[in-house]
Structure formats: C-alpha cells, structure tokens
C-alpha cells in the first residue's frame, strides 16, 4: 500500500506545475474557504455599515456576506466572484433571501473591477492577493471608506482596529479606514 501512495504523491506533485499555468486556472487567485456566520456578522459590526451605503465583497464564494449585509444593514451589495460554479450559488442564496432588489453578483477578476462606489469592501484573500489589490483600493475607495478583511492583513497598511472572534477556532478581522485627503 506503501508504494502505491508513495506513486500517487509523486502524480500529484508532477500534476501542481501543470495545473498552476494551466490558462482555464490562471485567475482564480484564491481557493474558496466559506466564513462562518458569526464571523461576518463581526466584519460588518466593525465596519460600521450603514443603511443606503454600497458593500463589496472581492471573492464572495457563495454570496453569504452579501445577503446578511442587507438582511441585517439595508445595504445595496455587490459581490465579484470568478467561479461560475460560486456565482451560481451566490445568485441562489440572494434569489432564497428574498433580496435580489439589493444584492447582485458579477462574475469577474476581483483585480479589474471599478469600486469607485464602494463605502465598505469585505475580503477573505490572501496577504499576497490583498497585496496585489491594495493599488486599486487606493485608487477607488474615498475617503472614509472602510475595509474589512477576514484573517489576512493588507501590507502596507496600517489597521484602524484588529479583532480576534472567540469560538472553537479564532479569526483576525482587519478594519482599515481610507484617511481623508490632504489639501
């Protein structure tokens, strides 16, 4: 049984590079990790959302932070997802919800998309991917936009309040505000 795994491990590990440059995977930049309820109602608490505000969420998977930011802050919610598979069951929880009126999903590359109406932008991605997509934050988001980010930090930036959930296993939340402009 020994050999036989051992000739599967070496399969695999042949199979990485393949799958790395393989064009069909070449923007999913990040794999898909659901956030337990609890810890987005927690990143939408920090960042103080408000009614009538716009919400981001970069990477929103199946869509869960998008219909708890309307169903409990009367947001309009937009969500970016690259995978058709996440866009279909994001659509799904929105359509179950009841909130298609305030809540969308456009599936797309989170690293072209325009925030210029962003007031809040939720993240689960990576430090590397946060880091590829801070330029754009700093070039849409206004100032006194917040951004939340669920375990991973932004480099560079420096946090306005860094929060550790309690539960079986902690998470990081990151809230970053945009600073005004300096006339």
């Not at 930049?29 to 927690?42: C, F, I, K, N």
């Not at 708890?68 to 970016?80: I, L, T, Y």
């Not at 539960?167 to 300096?182: N, R, S, V």
Request: glycine residues 6%; hydrophobic residues 40%; positive net charge.
């Amino acid at each position: 049984m020994k050999k036989y795994w051992s000739v599967f491990l070496v399969a695999a590990i042949c199979a990485i590079p393949a799958f790395s440059q393989d064009p069909r995977y070449a923007n999913k930049l990040s794999p898909y990790v659901a956030s337990p309820v609890h810890v987005v109602d927690r990143m939408l608490e920090l960042a103080k959302v408000k009614p009538g505000e716009t919400l981001y969420d970069l990477g929103c998977g199946d869509g869960v932070i998008l219909v708890e930011a309307v169903q409990k802050f009367n947001v309009k919610a937009v969500g970016v997802e690259i995978s058709p598979k996440l866009v279909a069951r994001a659509e799904q929880r929105i359509e179950r919800a009841g909130v298609t009126q305030q809540a969308r999903v456009v599936q797309g590359d989170l690293l072209n998309v325009d925030l210029t109406g962003a007031d809040v932008v939720a993240i689960y991605l990576g430090t590397q991917l946060n880091a590829q997509l801070r330029p754009r934050l700093e070039k849409y988001l206004k100032p006194g936009a917040r951004v939340v980010s669920h375990d991973y930090p932004i480099k560079g930036w420096k946090p306005t309040k860094v929060e550790t959930t309690d539960g079986k296993q902690a998470h990081l939340i990151y809230l970053y505000e945009i600073p005004p402009t300096k006339e």
